[in-house]
């Protein structure tokens, strides 16, 4: 499976329910489960964005519902990035003309 970091920032409507935001993660971790992919990490953080996932999916489509059944929600805005092992940058890297 692919591996993608997804940056999250929480909207006005998620900070003031932030105390529902553990419960909100479970039901993210749950949905991902349901498209196929794992939600492997969450880490809170500081800076530009409030939080990090790193998952596991099949594919993009896969990460790109999760990413807008999130969004709907209206408590976070993402931003989803594919991250490539260092076994894949070194495959990429080998196969370059």
């Known amino acids: 499976m692919a591996t993608y970091i997804t940056l999250l920032k929480y909207?006005?409507?998620g900070i003031k329910s932030i105390k529902e935001s553990p419960s909100r993660l479970e039901k993210a971790r749950q949905l991902l489960k349901s498209l196929g992919g794992e939600l492997k990490s969450f880490y809170l953080v500081q800076g530009r964005f409030d939080a990090v996932v790193i998952a596991e999916a099949p594919n993009d489509e896969v990460v790109a519902k999760f990413a807008l059944a999130s969004g709907s929600q209206g408590s976070v805005r993402t931003e989803t990035t594919r991250a490539f092992t260092e076994e894949e940058y070194r495959r990429i890297i080998?196969?370059?003309p």
Do not use: F
Request: charged content about 15%; proline content about 0%; aromatic content about 0%.
């Open 11 to 13: 909207t006005e409507q």
């Open 94 to 96: 080998s196969g370059l």
